[in-house]
């Protein structure tokens, strides 16, 4: 399926896959006008490579390559900034020494970040503040961070459409990346030689972003209540039917022998310059791989384990319920949302836009990457080992009955919540679907067996997955979604409820 990148042909064929079986289960739509797909309507934001040219006086500039533009918010219009001039205002220790807010209006300004690895400290973006009337704004002296993100900043952004109107005469300044040589090219010296307030060249051209609607779907399937009392309350159960797509070919054993050694949790880790030592363990690898077969060049990154786990878990509950003669109580919501990786269009979509009402969902319960966990993958792995995360976040009673259901049914789930820490760097509470369901109130468990080197890469194929692990995780799944619909009461949300429109915290 090409990676099920959101709203792309194999993303659509893999969701007609599972609307079919939920057909063949015989479960209710969820979706829209009686079916089971939710339309989520996207956008794909490219930029214009070719429209135009950027010059810099006499200087031509490339395009993701001499520059990388970023726009926040494309629901804004961006100032122009053909005929604009380049003016240097160095770092935010120099801000004492800032021309006016008047001086620098329509002007583009380049400010210097003290790049720390992977995060910059920015400038003050206030539109109130001292760069509020900025054509545009360029940050640089950032390459490491240009390195880490150039596939990012490469790659064309996803975005819900947006029917919201901008306020009247509301603009936002271009805001750019530029390697530290470009800058320099801009000026004719080195960073260091510069004072805030020197001017540079006047620029020519303009950027622009092309937009295509990439639409997508959820897919929404209902398991009926027994309890006609209860069947208008709902358990939901969630996963994400998308993946990243397709990306430059890569050879498939020399990245997994690069990230065994250099990026053990894939893409989580930043990717370094190994060492001779290190260079040595993957040339070693490598060589034995080569022994078993030739080299074999790849592009698409199947998300075998995420999301396909957690998608097929699901679909493998589903007809697990479908099968038992008696349903539980409450009826069982199950959602495979779209626009995950693109960031949580789909369930963002689903929950502010729900087809059963939103206050009748009394918990989600969220896999996502379900089908790993050994000890090659994660220090802590092993035979049960599950990531549990914001389970207590909004109800100790779920949080709770995680671990009731686990004794009761003698899963043999060995549960680590490392993740769950408050300010863990890794953020999981605020990156998969289950936060917009928890921004409303609605009390979650995320379930993962965690990360490993074939995250968010070609080499996350089914041939890595352990399916006994995968097997139990699901089990232990179903058997909890069974207790919460059973229970004799709505779960008790004993945690203050979020400011759904509020940045996640964790
Ligand atoms: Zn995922």
């Known amino acids: 399926?090409?990676?099920?990148?959101?709203?792309?042909?194999?993303?659509?064929?893999?969701?007609?896959?599972i609307a079919g079986e939920l057909a063949r289960?015989?479960?209710?739509?969820?979706?829209?006008?009686?079916?089971y797909l939710?339309?989520?309507?996207?956008?794909?934001?490219?930029?214009?490579?070719?429209?135009?040219?950027?010059?810099?006086?006499?200087?031509?500039?490339?395009?993701?390559?001499?520059?990388?533009?970023?726009?926040?918010?494309?629901?804004?219009?961006?100032?122009?900034?053909?005929?604009?001039?380049?003016?240097?205002?160095?770092?935010?220790?120099?801000?004492?020494?800032?021309?006016?807010?008047?001086?620098?209006?329509?002007k583009v300004v380049v400010f210097r970040s003290e790049a720390a690895g992977q995060s910059i400290a920015g400038p003050d973006m206030n539109p109130a503040g001292r760069l509020g009337l900025a054509a545009g704004i360029v940050i640089t002296d950032v390459d490491r961070l240009i390195a880490s993100f150039a596939g990012y900043?490469?790659?064309?952004?996803?975005?819900?459409?947006?029917?919201?109107?901008?306020?009247?005469?509301?603009?936002?300044?271009?805001?750019?990346?530029?390697?530290?040589g470009t800058a320099q090219a801009l000026f004719g010296k080195s960073l260091d030689a510069l004072r805030p307030g020197d001017a540079g060249p006047t620029l020519h051209g303009e950027i622009s972003?092309?937009?295509?609607?990439?639409?997508?779907?959820?897919?929404?399937?209902?398991?009926?209540?027994?309890?006609?009392?209860?069947?208008?309350?709902?358990?939901?159960?969630?996963?994400?039917?998308?993946?990243?797509?397709?990306?430059?070919?890569?050879?498939?054993?020399?990245?997994?022998?690069?990230?065994?050694?250099?990026?053990?949790?894939?893409?989580?880790?930043?990717?370094?310059?190994?060492?001779?030592?290190?260079?040595?363990?993957?040339?070693?690898?490598?060589?034995?791989?080569?022994?078993?077969?030739?080299?074999?060049?790849?592009s698409i990154v199947n998300g075998a384990d995420d999301d396909g786990s957690g998608s097929m878990g699901l679909l493998e509950v589903a007809e697990s319920f479908a099968r038992r003669g008696t349903h539980p109580k409450r009826s069982l919501l199950f959602v495979w949302h779209t626009g995950e990786e693109s960031g949580l269009q789909g369930s963002r979509w689903f929950t502010d836009h729900p087809t059963v009402p939103r206050d009748s969902i009394v918990s989600q319960i969220n896999v996502d990457m379900i089908a790993r966990g050994g000890p090659q993958d994660e220090p802590k792995g092993g035979p049960g080992y599950l990531q549990v995360i914001g389970s207590r976040r909004l109800s100790t009673e779920l949080g709770d009955l995680v671990e009731t259901v686990n004794r009761d049914g003698k899963h043999g789930m060995v549960f680590d919540y490392t993740y769950d820490a408050n300010g863990h760097p890794d953020n999981f509470y605020c990156r998969s679907d289950h936060y917009s369901y928890a921004r409303y109130g609605i009390p979650i468990a995320f379930l993962s067996t965690g990360g490993h080197r074939d995250y968010h890469q070609v080499t996350d194929e089914p041939e890595y997955l352990d399916y006994l692990q995968f097997a139990r995780v699901t089990r232990f799944l179903a058997d909890l979604a069974d207790r919460v619909a059973n229970l004799d009461h709505r779960i008790v949300v004993d945690k203050p409820k979020p400011d759904p429109e509020a940045p996640c915290h964790q």
């Open 1 to 17: 399926m090409q990676g099920r990148q959101a709203g792309t042909a194999g993303n659509v064929r893999g969701n007609a896959y």
């Open 25 to 35: 289960l015989g479960l209710r739509p969820g979706g829209d006008q009686g079916g």
């Open 38 to 106: 939710q339309r989520v309507p996207l956008m794909r934001y490219a930029v214009d490579t070719a429209g135009g040219t950027l010059q810099a006086g006499s200087v031509n500039l490339r395009a993701l390559q001499d520059y990388f533009p970023y726009q926040p918010s494309f629901d804004l219009p961006v100032r122009p900034i053909d005929g604009a001039q380049v003016v240097y205002i160095g770092a935010r220790a120099d801000s004492a020494a800032l021309p006016a807010r008047e001086a620098l209006q329509g």
């Open 153 to 180: 900043l490469r790659a064309p952004r996803v975005e819900m459409a947006s029917d919201a109107k901008a306020p009247a005469g509301v603009t936002q300044p271009r805001l750019i990346f530029v390697p530290t």
């Open 209 to 298: 972003f092309a937009a295509t609607d990439v639409s997508a779907t959820n897919v929404v399937g209902i398991l009926e209540g027994s309890d006609p009392a209860l069947r208008g309350e709902y358990v939901a159960l969630g996963a994400h039917n998308d993946a990243i797509g397709i990306v430059a070919p890569v050879d498939h054993d020399s990245i997994r022998a690069f990230n065994s050694v250099m990026r053990p949790r894939g893409a989580n880790d930043a990717p370094g310059e190994p060492s001779s030592e290190q260079l040595g363990r993957i040339r070693g690898m490598l060589d034995s791989l080569r022994r078993l077969h030739p080299a074999r060049a790849d």
